[in-house]
């Protein structure tokens, strides 16, 4: 079955420092990965999908089929990345998204 | 309006009420879900409808009902619930090509609370 672990409930960091938010997966195919956010009293929404190999707000995040992981990454954190940030896989072919558990990020000024 | 739209935002039932939950999408997919989300828990998937036809149970109790009466409409059907479905219930839309989905978009959320 599809698993998505993100080990860190909260992670805190002062604002202009580097942050990473783990997750790994379990999914014996080729999955595609996201990351989703939830910026407070907003919807969930796609932040990217590690097929675009985007930037998006600075994050950035990189598959790493060898250790199962799609850790999520920016340089310099600012005060308006606080959110829930939630890990997705999609199997190939699949419809069913699965959804790890999520860090809530807290940038400190 | 545009994207998906939940209604209503809060709803309060006692456990012998039948209410349903609505969810529009404007985007033009062919896929939509419900999830919950609740605070001790992850997103969970409860049902997913592609094409209008359920693709998805994942095993949820025989009192949550689904209802896709068209690939722009889902509603869940809600009878003698219990107060630990108190939750955050979540609709989203994807675009389902070749058989697999595209990004999910979600909706704002209804708010369940069961007394």
């Known amino acids: 079955a599809q698993r998505v672990t993100q080990p860190e409930k909260l992670l805190s960091v002062f604002k202009g420092a580097p942050v990473e938010l783990k997750c790994n997966y379990s999914y014996s195919g080729s999955p595609e990965l996201f990351w989703y956010v939830q910026y407070s009293r907003q919807r969930l929404q796609l932040l990217l999908r590690?097929?675009s190999r985007e930037s998006i707000k600075g994050f950035t995040a990189d598959l790493n089929k060898g250790e199962t992981s799609f850790h999520l990454k920016k340089p310099f954190a600012q005060e308006e990345d606080s959110a829930m940030y939630y890990c997705?896989?999609?199997?190939?072919?699949?419809?069913?998204?699965?959804f790890g558990p999520g860090t809530r990020l807290s940038v400190l000024p | 309006e545009t994207g998906v739209t939940q209604t209503p935002r809060h709803l309060v039932m006692g456990m012998t009420n039948k209410k349903s939950l609505k969810c529009e999408q404007h985007?033009?997919?062919?896929?939509m879900y419900w999830y919950k989300q609740s605070a001790k828990k992850p997103l969970e998937l409860m049902f997913v409808?592609?094409?209008?036809?359920?693709?998805e149970n994942n095993s949820v109790p025989s009192r949550f009902s689904p209802e896709c009466p068209n690939s722009s409409h889902l509603f869940l059907h809600l009878h003698t619930l219990q107060p630990e479905d108190s939750a955050l219930y979540l609709c989203a839309s994807s675009q389902v090509v070749s058989g697999g989905a595209n990004v999910l978009t979600f909706g704002a959320g209804s708010r369940l609370t069961v007394l």
């Open positions: 409808y592609s094409l209008e036809e359920r693709v």
């Open positions: 590690h097929i």
């Open positions: 997705a896989l999609l199997p190939n072919y699949g419809q069913n998204f699965v």
């Open positions: 985007l033009g997919h062919n896929a």
